[in-house]
């Protein structure tokens, strides 16, 4: 690094720029990472919070259009290696309160399952809100709101579940079946918690559809679009910033084409010059990125309360770690050209 | 003999036919002898230099330095060759840019990648001696751009010297001076050759300032003719 070190210092513009640029888009591929966390806590953190391994589906692989009935969840509880078979309605509703209205999403469950917060406490009368909801309609425990026009008592506001982006109100499944049309489902999918079960014979039996409660994610349909879109995205990003810093590293290579050249004839090895030119590309990206997931990091702190953004490690050292390894890859695919460099062009080569 | 080219044909590909760049030479420079080899453009001493400094490997004949037949040696150990026994003075100083005087000659003791504490601080100490020697004391904090074409000669000149090298090869090294400061290069590198013993070939197309060398050698369609021997060689 004795070269590489004196590089830097010497042509601090060129890499204050190339640095600036590795920080831009740190910051643009933290605030995306944190925006698409928070986006996809705000869609599906009601199911990944679900105790529950597996998701049976009636009908259709889809939150919105799946329907069980009473006798395929009975079916789901006799089965040999299913510890709890739960019931669980989906419904996007409006909740009023006092003037305020919003759109809220009614999960209802049975009184005492362990899938709802407070579900001891549910009651054909009385509802468990998230703290969103809570926030939203203005309403602490003991208050009333109206759901689907049925006047309800918030018996507890715990938890901060949500679901496609509306906030949850946890409902008995007595309370849920009113607020869909009458002869309505008697629940929406079956939250399963299996030790070995055969699914695959018990769906036939049942006439359902069982995915992982993670792969279930998919059924949520704005789910896969948004997260599909931002994903993109970023992918995108990281091609960008590999691609960047590889045409940079590759301009700087040619540039000292002619240095590399006296450094092999006086008799520099050219595993010593690429760890030389690796390490500087190392030294930049982690400055730019370390730069710009702290730029990302507090913006995305002082933001958190008016977007979805979820500043965790995952969501700030993953993309910074990933930007890191795109960058070096495309930084030695670049340098590699040194391998090429013929010292004999150092000999009467005008300068 | 510090440098011996025995039988040395060396041509390069011209279209459908080659080129002959060194026709059968053979020469040798012994220890402490400054030999300039001299011809017009294209004659074929930049070939000659570039076949001594293990650059390139001749099509035929050998090469001898410091008593080491480089025939055969592969790359690791020709860079192994050219780092610890020669010394490369290249046209118009090449000097890297971002270095410093002295750490034009301190980077030579990083160039293997080790760089060892002990090396790293021996190299700063003999830097400045060598600085010193050709009268660059005052100047090893200055950078290439802040220096003269004379003083950049002469810190190309310290920096080949840096690992004690067997053999000094010395590229052209007046062509970007004026006819003093050409002069007084030239000075230097006899002076040096003689104090510190190394098998030194000067190649240049310029005849002005060859007074003091120990012998000159005339090279034409790459084939050598003596011109000039001192009693000594």
Redesign the interface.
């Known amino acids: 690094m ?2 590489a070190w ?2 830097l ?3 601090k513009g060129r890499f204050a720029l190339m640095g600036t640029v590795i920080v831009l888009i740190t910051l643009l591929v933290g605030l995306l990472s944190g925006l698409t966390a928070g986006l996809g806590r705000q869609n599906v953190s009601a199911v990944t919070g679900l105790p529950a391994d597996r998701i049976a589906f009636g009908g259709e692989l889809s939150y919105a259009n799946s329907t069980v009935t009473e006798g395929q969840w009975r079916r789901w509880t006799r089965t040999p290696g299913v510890e709890a078979a739960e019931p669980l309605g989906v419904t996007t509703t409006r909740a009023t309160a006092g003037g305020r209205g919003v759109g809220v999403c009614a999960f209802g469950v049975r009184p005492g399952s362990d899938l709802a917060p407070d579900s001891d406490r549910l009651t054909d009368h009385a509802v468990v809100l998230s703290h969103s909801a809570a926030a939203d309609l203005g309403l602490t425990a003991g208050d009333t709101l109206t759901l689907a026009g049925q006047r309800l008592t918030v018996a507890s506001v715990t938890g901060d579940a949500s679901f496609s982006h509306t906030p949850v109100v946890w409902t008995s499944l007595d309370t849920w079946q009113r607020t869909a049309p009458p002869d309505g489902p008697f629940a929406t999918v079956i939250a399963l918690r299996t030790s070995g079960a055969d699914t695959a014979t018990a769906d036939r039996a049942a006439g359902t559809m069982t995915v992982e409660r993670d792969d279930s994610l998919s059924a949520i349909g704005s789910y896969s679009a948004e997260n599909g879109s931002l994903q993109l995205m970023r992918g995108f990003l990281f091609a960008i910033s590999a691609l960047v810093v590889g045409a940079f590293f590759t301009v700087w290579t040619i540039q000292r084409g ?2 590399i050249a ?8 050219t ?2 010059l690429l ?2 030119a690796l390490g500087q590309a190392a030294v930049l990206l982690a400055g730019g990125t370390v730069i710009g997931s702290g730029l990302a990091a507090g913006l995305g702190a002082a933001l958190a309360d008016t977007v979805p953004f979820l500043l965790t490690p995952r969501t700030v050292l993953v993309p910074a770690a990933v930007m890191i390894v795109l960058g070096m890859a495309g930084a030695a695919l670049s340098v590699r050209r040194i391998t090429a460099v013929d ?2 062009t ?6 | 003999m510090s440098l011996r080219l025995t039988d040395v044909t060396l041509t390069y590909p011209d279209g459908q036919s080659r080129l002959t760049a060194l026709d059968r030479v053979t020469f040798a420079v012994p220890a402490g002898a400054l030999a300039a080899v001299v011809g017009p453009s294209g004659s074929g001493k930049s070939s000659l230099l570039a076949v001594a400094a293990t650059l390139i490997a001749p099509d035929s004949g050998t090469v001898t330095v410091a008593g080491a037949d480089t025939t055969g040696l592969g790359r690791a150990a020709l860079t192994d060759l050219r780092r610890h026994t020669i010394g490369i003075v290249f046209q118009q100083s090449n000097l890297l840019p971002s270095l410093t005087a002295a750490e034009q000659l301190r980077v030579m003791a990083h160039l293997d990648g080790r760089g060892r504490a002990g090396a790293r601080t021996r190299a700063r100490t003999r830097a400045l001696d060598l600085l010193d020697a050709v009268g660059l004391a005052g100047q090893a904090h200055r950078r290439p751009h802040q220096l003269s074409g004379g003083q950049r000669q002469r810190v190309t000149i310290a920096r080949a010297l840096m690992n004690d090298p067997t053999v000094l090869l010395v590229d052209e090294p007046t062509s970007a001076l004026d006819n003093d400061r050409g002069a007084a290069v030239v000075d230097l590198l006899t002076r040096l050759t003689h104090e510190r013993g190394t098998a030194t070939v000067l190649v240049t197309h310029d005849r002005t300032h060859l007074g003091a060398v120990d012998r000159i050698v005339g090279v034409h369609d790459g084939r050598l003719r003596e011109e000039m021997v001192t009693e000594s060689q």
Request: charged fraction near 30%.
């Open positions: 004795f070269v004196r590089d210092r010497f042509a002619a240095d006296i450094l092999k004839a006086l008799g520099a090895t595993a010593t760890r030389d010292p004999l150092a000999l009467g080569s005008a300068r």
